[in-house]
């Protein structure tokens, strides 16, 4: 087919369509939204324009702590799952017996409904009147007191937030990690086997450079991931995130729209628009990165 053929332009047509009505339109809209100050749903009205919305944002103590929250579980839940998943994968690899049967096992969570896991977690971690749940009662078996995880402070929220992440995210990670090494061509490791190149090294110098395209892949859309972090916390701390002081920054925006604080679509905005520059900036500098360390064969 010809290059610039209108034929090639009908085909993308339906996409171009969906795209300009679903992605582009809508964050031109809450682009303008966000400059808007006192912007009314109903009359369509403001009272000007401006930065006094971002001004608000950037200054609101809810949004700085929904900030910090958003980049300790991106900081901490990215790296770990990546690498958990690895060595999940190259121990599945290993393995010829049962290896399907495990790998549908390691996938179990992730089709599994997120509330619903997280229902699971607090009933493992929460304590109550009745019970210390049964990680309390783990840690007391060690000689440990009992920790309020789920109302306790904000280190142990924390902590079970960024636990019940990985423990979401992992699965997925380790089908394509698992897909990836499958894909390795078996000369390598012959030849490395004939020169008695050690594990370490044949991991090091063949496996991970094979493999860094999905390493990378998984990297980027895991930081885009945690940067949209809300259901997460929702199915652990309930719908008042901001009273748990564990909202993050989606989080904040639908508050500020639908929240018992919401029907602010201005500080919505203008909070969606400071998570896309954060969520790009960081997506560039992984781009930037892998084409220096990622190998394509």
Not at 4 to 22: E, V
Not at 88 to 95: D, R, T
Request: charged share 10%.
């Amino acid at each position: 087919m010809k290059k610039n053929s209108p034929k090639a332009w009908l085909y993308l047509l339906p996409a171009i369509i969906f795209l300009a009505a679903f992605m582009i339109y809508p964050l031109i809209d809450v682009f303008i939204y966000s400059f808007e100050e006192g912007f009314n749903f109903a009359t369509q009205t403001s009272f000007g324009t401006g930065l006094y919305n971002y001004s608000y944002v950037l200054h609101d103590t809810y949004f700085l702590q929904a900030v910090k929250n958003t980049f300790i579980l991106v900081i901490i839940t990215v790296p770990i799952s990546t690498g958990l998943a690895l060595l999940i994968s190259l121990g599945l690899s290993s393995i010829k017996a049962l290896r399907k049967l495990f790998q549908t096992i390691y996938f179990l969570p992730y089709v599994t409904n997120t509330l619903a896991v997280g229902l699971v977690f607090m009933i493992l971690f929460e304590k109550t009147e009745y019970t210390d749940g049964l990680i309390n009662l783990v840690i007391n078996l060690f000689g440990g007191e009992s920790i309020d995880f789920i109302d306790g402070p904000y280190s142990a929220k924390m902590f079970v937030l960024c636990f019940y992440t990985i423990w979401v995210v992992m699965p997925f990670k380790i089908l394509i990690l698992t897909s990836a090494l499958a894909s390795v061509k078996e000369d390598y490791y012959r030849a490395a086997k004939i020169d008695g190149t050690s594990k370490f090294r044949t991991f090091y110098k063949i496996t991970l450079p094979m493999i860094s395209p999905m390493l990378f892949y998984l990297v980027i859309t895991g930081f885009i991931g945690a940067f949209k972090a809300y259901s997460d916390a929702v199915a652990l701390f309930g719908t008042d995130l901001n009273a748990a002081g564990m909202n993050t920054i989606v989080g904040y925006v639908y508050d500020m729209l639908y929240g018992d604080s919401g029907g602010y679509p201005s500080y919505a905005s203008a909070a969606a628009i400071i998570l896309f520059v954060i969520v790009l900036t960081v997506t560039c500098i992984n781009l930037l990165v892998s084409r220096k360390h990622t190998y394509y064969d």
